[in-house]
C-alpha cells in the first residue's frame, strides 16, 4: 500500500473534505460528523495557541468522549505536542507525566485534578489547568472550565498548522509495569502511517461502524478511523449486553475490547441471549487473550475474535491477525511496510519459524528514539528495535507472542512464558483469576510461582484448596511449565488497563 505523509492535524480535515456530512463520533445521544469534528479541531487549535503559543507540550486526558479527539487533533494542528494523560492513573503517576514532558497547559477531568492537586506545587511549568467537566472546589488560579478557554479563542484561527510531518506530534509515556514509564516522541509520520496501515489490517473504509468498548481512548482506533471515514460509537460500559445493544442500535461492524473485558464476557452466564447482528469481527490488544474465551466467543457469536500486537513506541501497531484468515493465539502478521523477526535471547542470532526469542521490528511507525537518557535504548545499528517480548513466527509470518522478557524464565533450560502456564490455571473451575512467575529454585534455576483467587468459597481451608489446584493443573502441565508453589489470595491487583501488575506481585511474594 502507499503510506500517506501527512501530519496529524490533517487526518480531520482529510476526513471532512472526504465525507463532510457522515457521522465521525457517537457518544450516547450526540453525534458529530467530520465537517463537525475539524470544525471543533479548529476551535481547540485556536485556543491552545492563544494559551501557549507554539513549541509548548499539552497534557490532554484521553477520556472516551469527542473532546478528546478535537483537543488532540487541535493540539496538533496548533504547532503543540500533545501529551497522552490516562484518566485513570493515581495522582503520582499523572504528576511523573506532566513534570517529564515539562507541560505548560494540561486538559484534565474534575476528579483527576483532585488527584493532581496535592502535588500541584511540583509542576512549576504547568501554567493552566483546563478542566473538562466541573471545576472542583475551591480551584487555584490558572484553572480554567474549556467552554471558557474556547470562548475566548479567536474565531478566524491563527497561524497555519506544522508543515512538516518528520517533526513530534504526540508524547507517549509507555505502562511501567516492567519498570520505570518511558516518555516515547512519535512524529506526526509515525502516527499517520499508523493511521493506515491499522486500518488497512483491519478492513476498515468509509462504510464502516466500530463499537470503542473501552475504558478510554486509544490513539489506533481513532487515527485508523479518522484516515477510513469510520464512524466510531464510543460505549465505556463494561456490560456485555450495554455493549450488544449499542452495536446493534447503530450496525456497528467492528468491535474493538479489551482483552479482560472479552474474558469477562466469555464466562458470562447471559452469552447464549447476546447475538451482534451486524458485527464481523471482535477486536483486541494490549494484553493476551487467552484462547479458550477467544474460543467461545468466537462460537457464541459466528465471528472471528482477533488480537493484534502493538507498543507505544511503534504508534502502536506492529501486527494484527486478519479476520479473513484467523490464527487461533497468534497476533497475525506484520501490518504493510513492517519487518518483524525473532532472534535468539542470547547469541541475538535470527532464528527461523517455530524457534521462540525475543521479537525485533523494523518500520515508518517506529520512534526515533526516546526521550531523555534512553535515547535510542532498544536499537542496533540497523534499526531493528528489540521489543523486550518473547514469541516466533510461523513459517507464514504470523507472530506469536509468549511474554516479556523479564517475565520468563528458565526452567531446567526451558523458557517459561508465565501467560501459557496462566491460561491452563485459568481454565480451572475454582480460579478466578491468577498470575505466575519464576521463583529462584537451586537446581532448575526457576520454577513456576502461582497465586490464584478462588472463584467462590470452598469448604477446604485455603492452603488445601491451592494445592488441589496446583496437583490438578499440573496433570496438564509439561515438566517444566508444572507449578512448585501456590498461594490463595483474595484479589490480584491490575494496572488501569486491565494489565496484571506481576513485576511488583513477584517482589511482594518473594521479598525482594
Same mark, same amino acid.
Given at each position: 500500500?502507499?503510506?500517506?505523509?501527512?501530519?496529524?492535524?490533517?487526518?480531520?480535515?482529510?476526513?471532512?473534505?472526504?465525507?463532510?456530512?457522515?457521522?465521525?463520533?457517537?457518544?450516547?445521544?450526540?453525534?458529530?460528523?467530520?465537517?463537525?469534528?475539524?470544525? !471543533?479541531?479548529?476551535?481547540?487549535? @485556536?485556543?491552545?495557541?492563544?494559551?501557549?503559543?507554539?513549541?509548548?507540550?499539552?497534557?490532554?486526558?484521553? +477520556?472516551? /468522549?469527542?473532546?478528546?479527539?478535537?483537543? &488532540?487533533?487541535?493540539?496538533?494542528?496548533?504547532?503543540?505536542?500533545?501529551?497522552?494523560?490516562?484518566?485513570?492513573?493515581? %495522582?503520582?503517576?499523572?504528576?511523573?507525566?506532566?513534570?517529564?514532558?515539562?507541560?505548560?497547559? *494540561?486538559?484534565?477531568?474534575?476528579?483527576?485534578?483532585?488527584?493532581?492537586?496535592?502535588?500541584?506545587?511540583?509542576?512549576?511549568?504547568?501554567?493552566?489547568?483546563?478542566?473538562?467537566?466541573?471545576?472542583?472546589?475551591?480551584?487555584?488560579? $490558572?484553572?480554567?472550565?474549556?467552554?471558557?478557554?474556547?470562548?475566548?479563542?479567536?474565531?478566524?484561527?491563527?497561524?497555519?498548522?506544522?508543515?512538516?510531518? %518528520?517533526?513530534?506530534? =504526540?508524547?507517549?509515556?509507555?505502562?511501567?509495569?516492567? #519498570? *520505570?514509564?518511558?516518555?516515547?516522541?512519535?512524529?506526526?509520520?509515525?502516527?499517520?502511517?499508523?493511521?493506515?496501515?491499522? *486500518?488497512? @489490517?483491519?478492513?476498515?473504509?468509509?462504510?464502516? +461502524?466500530?463499537?470503542?468498548?473501552?475504558?478510554?481512548?486509544?490513539?489506533?482506533h481513532l487515527n485508523s478511523a479518522l484516515w477510513a471515514g469510520a464512524t466510531q460509537v464510543l460505549c465505556p460500559?463494561?456490560?456485555?449486553? *450495554?455493549?450488544?445493544?449499542?452495536?446493534?442500535?447503530?450496525?456497528?461492524?467492528?468491535?474493538?475490547?479489551?482483552?479482560?473485558?472479552?474474558?469477562?464476557?466469555?464466562?458470562?452466564?447471559?452469552?447464549?441471549?447476546?447475538?451482534?447482528?451486524?458485527?464481523?469481527?471482535?477486536?483486541?490488544? #494490549?494484553?493476551?487473550?487467552?484462547?479458550?474465551?477467544?474460543? +467461545?466467543?468466537?462460537?457464541?457469536?459466528?465471528?472471528?475474535?482477533?488480537?493484534? &500486537? $502493538?507498543?507505544?513506541?511503534?504508534?502502536?501497531?506492529?501486527?494484527?491477525?486478519?479476520?479473513?484468515?484467523?490464527?487461533?493465539?497468534? =497476533?497475525?502478521?506484520?501490518?504493510?511496510?513492517?519487518?518483524?523477526?525473532?532472534?535468539?535471547?542470547?547469541?541475538?542470532?535470527?532464528?527461523?519459524? %517455530?524457534?521462540?526469542?525475543?521479537?525485533?521490528?523494523?518500520?515508518?511507525?517506529?520512534?526515533?528514539?526516546?526521550? #531523555?537518557?534512553?535515547?535510542?535504548?532498544?536499537?542496533?545499528?540497523?534499526?531493528?528495535?528489540?521489543? $523486550?517480548?518473547? %514469541?516466533?513466527?510461523?513459517?507464514?509470518? &504470523?507472530?506469536?507472542?509468549?511474554?516479556?522478557?523479564?517475565?520468563?524464565?528458565?526452567?531446567?533450560?526451558?523458557?517459561?512464558?508465565?501467560?501459557?502456564?496462566?491460561?491452563?490455571?485459568?481454565?480451572?473451575?475454582?480460579?478466578?483469576?491468577?498470575?505466575?512467575?519464576?521463583?529462584?529454585?537451586?537446581?532448575?534455576?526457576?520454577?513456576?510461582?502461582?497465586?490464584?483467587?478462588?472463584? !467462590?468459597?470452598?469448604?477446604?481451608?485455603?492452603? /488445601?484448596?491451592?494445592?488441589?489446584?496446583?496437583?490438578?493443573?499440573?496433570?496438564?502441565?509439561?515438566?517444566?511449565?508444572?507449578?512448585?508453589?501456590?498461594?490463595?489470595?483474595?484479589?490480584?491487583?491490575?494496572?488501569?488497563?486491565?494489565?496484571?501488575?506481576?513485576?511488583?506481585?513477584?517482589?511482594?511474594?518473594?521479598?525482594?
Open positions: 500500500m502507499d503510506l500517506p505523509d501527512l501530519t496529524l492535524g490533517e487526518l480531520p480535515r482529510r476526513a471532512a473534505r472526504n465525507w463532510p456530512a457522515r457521522t465521525a463520533l457517537r457518544h450516547g445521544t450526540r453525534a458529530l460528523t467530520f465537517a463537525e469534528l475539524d470544525a !471543533a479541531t479548529d476551535r481547540c487549535a @485556536a485556543a491552545v495557541r492563544q494559551a501557549v503559543g507554539t513549541g509548548a507540550t499539552v497534557g490532554a486526558a484521553t +477520556v472516551l /468522549a469527542p473532546v478528546f479527539a478535537s483537543l &488532540y487533533y487541535g493540539t496538533a494542528r496548533s504547532g503543540n505536542t500533545v501529551v497522552t494523560l490516562n484518566p485513570l492513573v493515581r %495522582g503520582e503517576a499523572l504528576r511523573h507525566v506532566l513534570a517529564a514532558s515539562r507541560a505548560r497547559l *494540561a486538559f484534565l477531568t474534575g476528579e483527576m485534578w483532585e488527584r493532581l492537586a496535592p502535588f500541584r506545587d511540583e509542576l512549576p511549568d504547568l501554567a493552566t489547568v483546563v478542566v473538562l467537566d466541573r471545576p472542583p472546589a475551591g480551584a487555584p488560579a $490558572g484553572t480554567v472550565a474549556l467552554e471558557t478557554l474556547l470562548a475566548g479563542a479567536p474565531a478566524d484561527g491563527t497561524a497555519d498548522e506544522p508543515a512538516d510531518p %518528520g517533526t513530534t506530534a =504526540c508524547v507517549h509515556f509507555t505502562s511501567g509495569t516492567t #519498570g *520505570a514509564p518511558k516518555a516515547v516522541p512519535l512524529t506526526h509520520r509515525n502516527l499517520t502511517v499508523n493511521a493506515a496501515q491499522t *486500518a488497512q @489490517a483491519q478492513g476498515l473504509d468509509a462504510t464502516s +461502524v466500530t463499537l470503542n468498548q473501552l475504558p478510554l481512548f486509544h490513539l489506533m460500559d463494561g456490560d456485555a449486553a *450495554a455493549a450488544v445493544a449499542e452495536a446493534d442500535r447503530y450496525e456497528a461492524t467492528h468491535w474493538f475490547s479489551i482483552p479482560m473485558r472479552l474474558a469477562r464476557l466469555a464466562a458470562d452466564p447471559r452469552l447464549p441471549e447476546l447475538k451482534p447482528r451486524t458485527v464481523r469481527g471482535i477486536f483486541c490488544g #494490549g494484553s493476551a487473550l487467552p484462547a479458550g474465551p477467544a474460543r +467461545v466467543l468466537s462460537a457464541a457469536f459466528g465471528i472471528p475474535v482477533v488480537q493484534g &500486537y $502493538g507498543l507505544a513506541e511503534a504508534s502502536p501497531t506492529v501486527t494484527l491477525d486478519l479476520p479473513a484468515r484467523p490464527r487461533p493465539g497468534s =497476533c497475525g502478521p506484520p501490518v504493510a511496510g513492517t519487518e518483524c523477526r525473532v532472534v535468539d535471547l542470547a547469541t541475538r542470532r535470527v532464528l527461523g519459524a %517455530g524457534e521462540r526469542g525475543e521479537i525485533q521490528i523494523r518500520g515508518p511507525q517506529l520512534m526515533r528514539g526516546y526521550l #531523555g537518557p534512553d535515547g535510542r535504548q532498544g536499537f542496533d545499528e540497523e534499526g531493528w528495535f528489540s521489543t $523486550g517480548d518473547v %514469541g516466533h513466527l510461523d513459517e507464514d509470518g &504470523y507472530l506469536f507472542v509468549a511474554d516479556r522478557l523479564g517475565d520468563v524464565f528458565k526452567c531446567d533450560n526451558e523458557i517459561v512464558a508465565p501467560t501459557e502456564v496462566e491460561a491452563v490455571l485459568a481454565r480451572h473451575p475454582a480460579v478466578a483469576d491468577c498470575v505466575v512467575f519464576g521463583h529462584p529454585d537451586e537446581f532448575s534455576g526457576a520454577v513456576a510461582h502461582a497465586l490464584v483467587v478462588p472463584r !467462590a468459597p470452598e469448604s477446604e481451608d485455603a492452603a /488445601a484448596l491451592a494445592a488441589r489446584i496446583a496437583e490438578e493443573v499440573n496433570a496438564d502441565l509439561a515438566p517444566f511449565q508444572q507449578i512448585h508453589y501456590i498461594d490463595a489470595v483474595p484479589a490480584l491487583p491490575r494496572g488501569p488497563g486491565g494489565k496484571i501488575q506481576r513485576r511488583l506481585l513477584r517482589a511482594t511474594a518473594l521479598g525482594t
